[in-house]
């Protein structure tokens, strides 16, 4: 009993990595006013150059830069048609999430059918020999504590720094920060870089570390759930990452509990990411504790 | 989802379009392939598609092929399925079960094309179907899984529970239960025939609470990965899974499209094409078990092997009777074999199997 908690909790932290690298991304990206739709696109992106370049140059590590890589020359395609062009941002992000899709399929074709390598743990096994912590807290690698450490540090960032306060002063009114001298296009496109790059490296997790393989759509969904994720976490980075060890916990817990031979319809579990953010919807809408979207979300903006 | 939707639709087109520039027209026989999946899906997709280049290279210069992936099922596939027929397609492949209806109602419109569905129960005079017992393979998994196993419980990383998914699940574990009669398996399902992250998980679960024997009736090769990684065993779905798990592959069930496809063109080709519903196993090669892992002593091997020979035979059904679900009814009595029709349709668990089945 005791076996099956432990080997549980470890793999609701590691299965809930992706949703934090691509969820914490995306809400420095809509702190900044840009709404990017494109999420599971740059992740599919992500973890299909981070495969590739891991399979070819058989490092591991130069593959999650790639991914990295990847998911941000996605994002400044976003960019560049939001920032630059001016086109819908619902429509640009839609549009890159089906091109990304497609893409990482038609350059995934030579990939498919190879395992990737192992990764390794950070800690020495004398660590994880300790009875129940050692497993609980030192049997991850380095990108799960990385995953787990970057809210608290985006968090940091857009509360603490000025760079931050700049952020969310172009997402909340573009036109005043402009007045005040910032370079409002400029900041967004870091911005979008950011959470592309950071969607990258989510995907790249998937298909380098949790499940080292490539096969098209293995993405299936996640950059949706990482949407719906910000949202119920009112752009707050730290509720990021409880968010996400929530929704990943569901999931987990769901087929622990199938497999205990307790039946509950799984479906209703798939839907509860979906309905925990309408509920928080509903919930923040009542109250103004909470602090609503950032003002200029979604909104167009150019310097005359 | 609704993305997902929009996408399979677009690439659709997109391919479609392309794909019909390369049709010629001449004295090659036109044949025409509608896919549900990607290509490299490495699953059931991928299969059908090495079952079309298996009949380019036996057929050479006398057919051409086209093909049209990730077409979902419903409106769009009768689009699809319409272009084929109507820029000179002599034979269509159909390879979904949601292709039905629509294969049917393009048949009705092109009564001198030659259609071949996938996996359905509808035919007409140009409406072929065909479809492949795989519970004939998994019959063989169960004896081995029998065998190796030190816990006695199986791990069923399943997908959706359709007859076709509730029949691998009763063969595996009624073959199990003759080498081991307190053998169980857990099931787990996944609700999605694809979804790596996700099949991982659920083997971690299974493995979690036993399990060391791990089985799936879902297209991705993460459950053997997983297999690997945490030192159990697993057996291979669609295709051989052996190079995403050395050690823990014991075998897999394979997809085999191309003998049959290459039959039934070289039938229209020679004009003694029929409609008519195949159904074929072990025999007709519609089903093949992959080479066996290191995990699978030779004694074991020596089992298996006389199951695949007795089954091709025709000595061997796997669902003979007595066979009760395990609410306890009979549902097949002693001394005969299960008919077509209960196959088809199961819809009960045997005993030893563990976990829910929804909508029952």
């Not at chain 1, 570390?209 to 949202?231: C, D, F, K, Q, S």
């Not at chain 1, 409880?242 to 497999?259: E, R, S, T």
């Amino acid at each position: 009993m005791e076996e099956i908690l432990i080997s549980g909790l470890v793999t609701i932290v590691t299965a809930s990595c992706p949703l934090i690298f691509a969820g914490v991304g995306e809400v420095v990206t809509e702190r900044s006013g840009v709404l990017n739709l494109g999420v599971e696109g740059m992740m599919a992106m992500g973890a299909v150059g981070g495969f590739a370049v891991a399979h070819i140059s058989g490092s591991a590590d130069l593959g999650l830069l790639a991914s990295i890589v990847c998911g941000m020359l996605l994002s400044l395609l976003f960019g560049f048609f939001t920032q630059y062009l001016l086109i819908n941002q619902v429509v640009s992000g839609l549009s890159l999430t089906i091109f990304g899709l497609g893409l990482s399929a038609l350059i995934g074709r030579d990939f498919v059918g190879f395992s990737g390598l192992g990764f390794p743990s950070l800690f020495p096994d004398f660590l994880r020999d300790i009875p129940v912590l050692g497993r609980v807290l030192f049997d991850y690698n380095y990108v799960v504590y990385l995953s787990l450490l970057s809210p608290f540090l985006v968090s940091w960032f857009l509360f603490k720094t000025r760079a931050g306060i700049v952020v969310r002063a172009t997402g909340d009114n573009a036109e005043a920060a402009h007045s005040l001298g910032i370079r409002v296009v400029k900041v967004r496109m870091l911005s979008i870089m950011f959470g592309g790059g950071m969607a990258g490296l989510g995907g790249g997790y998937l298909s380098v570390i949790y499940t080292p393989l490539w096969v098209e759509n293995m993405v299936a969904g996640r950059g949706w759930v990482a949407l719906a994720l910000v949202v119920f976490a009112a752009w707050r980075p730290i509720l990021v990452l409880w968010g996400a060890l929530l929704f990943g916990g569901i999931a987990i817990i769901q087929l622990n509990v199938q497999a205990f031979g307790l039946g509950i319809q799984a479906q209703y579990m798939t839907m509860f990411p979906y309905l925990a953010t309408v509920l928080v919807l509903v919930v923040m809408s009542k109250r103004s504790i909470f602090q609503k979207s950032p003002r200029s979300l979604g909104r167009l903006f150019f310097a005359d | 989802m609704v993305m997902r939707v929009i996408l399979t639709r677009f690439c659709g087109l997109l391919i479609l379009g392309f794909g019909l520039m390369g049709v010629a027209f001449g004295d090659t026989l036109q044949v025409g392939f509608v896919y549900v999946g990607p290509i490299g899906d490495h699953g059931w997709t991928y299969q059908h598609n090495k079952g079309r280049e298996y009949l380019e290279k036996m057929l050479g210069s006398k057919v051409e092929t086209t093909y049209v992936e990730s077409v979902a099922e419903g409106g769009d596939s009768e689009r699809v399925i319409e272009q084929l027929a109507s820029s000179g397609h002599d034979v269509i492949f159909t390879t979904s079960f949601g292709y039905m209806n629509p294969t049917l109602k393009v048949a009705k419109r092109y009564p001198h094309v030659k259609f071949e569905h996938a996996t359905g129960f509808k035919r007409v005079k140009n409406v072929s179907t065909y479809n492949a017992r795989y519970y004939e393979g998994r019959h063989v998994l169960g004896l081995i899984a029998g065998h190796v196993s030190k816990s006695g419980v199986m791990g069923y990383v399943a997908s959706f529970p359709i007859p076709e998914v509730v029949r691998g699940i009763n063969a595996t574990i009624l073959a199990a239960r003759k080498i081991n009669p307190d053998m169980r398996v857990k099931v787990v399902w996944v609700n999605s025939w694809f979804d790596p992250g996700k099949e991982s998980d659920a083997a971690k679960a299974l493995i979690d609470q036993g399990a060391d024997v791990i089985l799936q009736h879902t297209d991705s090769p993460a459950p053997v990965q997983t297999a690997e990684s945490r030192g159990v065993y697993a057996f291979g779905q669609a295709s051989d899974m052996s190079s995403f798990g050395a050690d823990a592959h014991l075998t897999a069930i394979e997809n085999v499209w191309g003998p049959y496809y290459v039959s039934r063109v070289k039938a229209v080709m020679d004009g003694s094409w029929k409609s008519s519903d195949t159904w074929g196993g072990l025999e007709a090669g519609m089903v093949k078990m992959a080479p066996y892992g290191p995990g699978v002593p030779s004694s074991v091997r020596k089992v298996a092997d006389k199951a695949v020979a007795d089954i091709k035979a025709g000595r061997l059904h796997p669902f003979t009777g007595p066979i009760k679900s395990r609410d306890g009814e009979m549902k097949v009595p002693v001394g005969s074999v299960a008919d077509d029709g209960l196959l088809l349709g199961m819809d009960f668990f045997v005993e030893g199997v563990e976990g829910s089945l929804p909508g029952s």
